[in-house]
């Protein structure tokens, strides 16, 4: 998979995670695009890292609402701060 495609995947991710979590980060990103933009970004890049995106194709497919994120979500804490915060 080629680098850009990797990173559509990616955010497409954890665009599809934050929706089954109810967190809203586009919001976050409209109230402070320079903080929360970085964020949302290296949210990306961590989801490119993930060893397990297959999975979580998988579970997305398979769920419109989460309580959390899966433990092997390398943005765990990032969705549980902002639907915390």
């Known amino acids: 998979m080629g680098l ?3 990173m559509g995947q990616s955010a497409d991710l954890v665009s599809g995670m934050s929706e089954r979590l109810g967190v809203d ?3 976050a990103v ?3 695009p320079e903080i929360e ?8 890049m961590r989801c490119s890292q993930c060893s397990d995106q297959e999975g ?3 579970l997305q497919a398979n769920s419109t609402h989460l309580d959390q994120a899966p433990s092997y979500c390398m ?3 990032l969705f549980e701060h902002t639907k915390n915060g």
Not at 37 to 44: E, H, I, L, N, W
């Open 25 to 27: 980060l586009s919001d």
């Open 4 to 6: 850009f495609s990797k």
């Open 30 to 32: 409209a109230r402070d």
């Open 37 to 44: 933009g970085y964020k949302y970004r290296r949210a990306v």
């Open 75 to 77: 943005n765990k804490d």
């Open 56 to 58: 979580c194709l998988k």
